[in-house]
């Protein structure tokens, strides 16, 4: 990595409210003239690489490792962030009659034969099954262009501060670059809703696609900060007004305890769930030491025997279930696209701390979906739920495996004293749960997947901290870096380097070099 170029105060401000910053990499021209051209090769005569993308052209890291691109992902992600193994290209085909014309919200217009960028407004799901969405950038997405691209060509467009939204709504403060420049790098919120835009130049336009995840909850800055205050920025793109919300993320971002100062108006605990999005951010954010935690409890138990731990399943025309969720996009349950919690959850995530008991005692409720929430929330408090491990660890143990994703998932967010959940980390591991075999989705991912990527990043967090390395390096090697799965695969051998002793560096080393890939060759053209 080159040192790092960190984001100002300014800067991670225009990130809360817009949800993106924009950044031109420090890296000469001619390595995005090479992407782009290599790019080109690799869809005209090679197969769709698809994850395998950047050991194809390797030359994408010298984007990723430039000091203004890991110096941005650091200002957000922290400084251990790690580059998810998922990436997506997207190729936006021209437009078959460039004489057509749309407006920048149009949602879901007419794209080229063979594009494969989804025109209509979405926010991306999570790879290889769901995770929950988080309003905090515990995931940020890496937007590449490594040609010019004018309007003309189809940038992405995204509608600026949507991150925080439950589900995309009418588009309002749509962005539409004019112009981006060759090598232009957008640094997202993962939650951020966007969509494809119609090509009407004679060329495809591509745009690759990065994943990158927080590995630690914040304990101080990770940008050159030189202010404590939150205030609104002078480029807010939204025109709508969220104090209490974005001065929570920039607390939480600096690690503070406390987060947000006081709310200047009462929490309207109605709102919660609204469809009207700001309404609803009002309730969340809105709540504070005088709020009765007993009331956001009730909310959450009252969405008990509803069965919203299960899918809602797609039919065909001949009513056959299909493996993907049904259309309705705004129902609190769980999916396996991303998963939105009931607000009350978000709420109690907020108050921090002082919810610990009451979230811990949720969790032994005999309904999924409560679990699943105070679960959530109690790893979105991050260490300060420590205490709460133990019984988080005893869901892992749940015949349902959404459950035990969502507890790996929030014990990773706590990411310390995780020495009582490692032996059902190694069970899990070890597989074998027969109700988990099914394919969830079309591309064949199961539940047991999802459940072994998630373990290896609670793992990966782990480290972090310097404890119970031995039993984690073991489990690691044992079960990691052996796994089908190459998502579990990799994640495994970064959680090996960064353990860094002899054996976990050398364990790494063989993974890494039993799959060395020669980028050099070009198919039959130059096999060997």
Not at 94 to 114: C, H, I, R, S, Y
Not at 273 to 290: E, F, T
Not at 297 to 320: I, M, V
């Amino acid at each position: 990595m080159n040192a790092p170029r960190l984001l100002t105060d300014t800067q991670v401000r225009e990130f809360i409210v817009n949800g993106f910053i924009t950044l031109q990499p420090d890296v000469a021209p001619e390595v995005h003239a090479e992407v782009h051209k290599m790019l080109e090769f690799s869809f005209e005569h090679e197969s769709w690489l698809g994850n395998n993308i950047v050991s194809r052209i390797p030359r994408m890291h010298d984007v990723l490792r430039s000091s203004v691109v890991h110096g941005a992902v650091t200002s957000i992600a922290g400084p251990d962030y790690y580059l998810h193994p998922h990436r997506a290209i997207h190729r936006n085909m021209p437009l078959e009659d460039n004489t057509l014309t749309f407006a920048a919200d149009v949602n879901a217009p007419q794209m080229g034969k063979g594009s494969n960028s989804g025109s209509g407004w979405h926010q991306d799901a999570q790879s290889p099954l769901s995770r929950a969405r988080h309003h905090v950038p515990r995931y940020v997405i890496g937007f590449y262009f490594p040609h010019d691209t004018p309007r003309a060509m189809g940038p992405t467009r995204m509608q600026a501060g949507s991150y925080l939204y439950a589900h995309p709504v009418e588009p309002r403060a749509v962005v539409l670059p004019e112009h981006i420049e060759a090598g232009t790098f957008m640094l997202v919120h993962f939650d951020m809703s966007h969509a494809g835009f119609p090509n009407l130049a004679d060329a495809a336009r591509f745009m690759v696609k990065f994943v990158f995840t927080r590995t630690r909850h914040p304990q101080t800055p990770a940008w050159d900060s030189h202010s404590n205050v939150w205030q609104r920025p002078e480029s807010t793109i939204p025109d709508f007004d969220l104090p209490e919300t974005w001065g929570y993320l920039w607390h939480w971002l600096r690690g503070d305890q406390g987060h947000a100062s006081s709310p200047s108006q009462p929490s309207h605990l109605a709102d919660l769930n609204s469809k009207d999005q700001i309404a609803r951010l009002h309730a969340i954010y809105g709540v504070g030491d005088s709020t009765p935690l007993t009331e956001l409890a009730d909310l959450l138990t009252a969405t008990a025997g509803h069965d919203k731990h299960n899918r809602a399943l797609a039919a065909d025309k001949d009513g056959n279930v299909l493996p993907r969720d049904a259309a309705d996009s705004t129902a609190r349950r769980w999916n396996e696209r991303a998963v939105v919690m009931e607000d009350a959850t978000y709420a109690l995530a907020v108050v921090g701390p002082r919810a610990v008991p009451l979230l811990t005692t949720l969790l032994s409720q005999s309904d999924p979906w409560v679990q699943i929430n105070a679960v959530f929330a109690l790893g979105e408090i991050g260490p300060a739920a420590r205490d709460s491990v133990a019984d988080i660890s005893c869901l892992l143990t749940s015949p349902l495996q959404q459950v035990v994703r969502q507890a790996l998932d929030a014990l990773g967010a706590i990411g310390c004293g995780l020495g009582s959940a490692l032996p059902a980390i190694r069970d899990l591991m070890d597989g074998g749960n027969p109700t988990w075999q099914t394919a969830q989705v079309g591309r064949g991912w199961t539940g047991e997947d999802q459940v072994q990527v998630n373990a290896m990043f609670t793992l990966l967090n782990a480290v972090n901290t310097g404890e119970n390395l031995a039993e984690i390096e073991s489990i690691l090697t044992d079960f990691g870096i052996t796994s089908s799965n190459g998502y579990v695969s990799a994640v495994a051998a970064e959680a090996l380097v960064r353990i860094g002793s002899v054996t976990s560096q050398s364990a790494a080393i063989q993974y890494l070099s039993d799959r060395r890939w020669d980028e050099s060759l070009r198919t039959t053209q130059k096999p060997f």
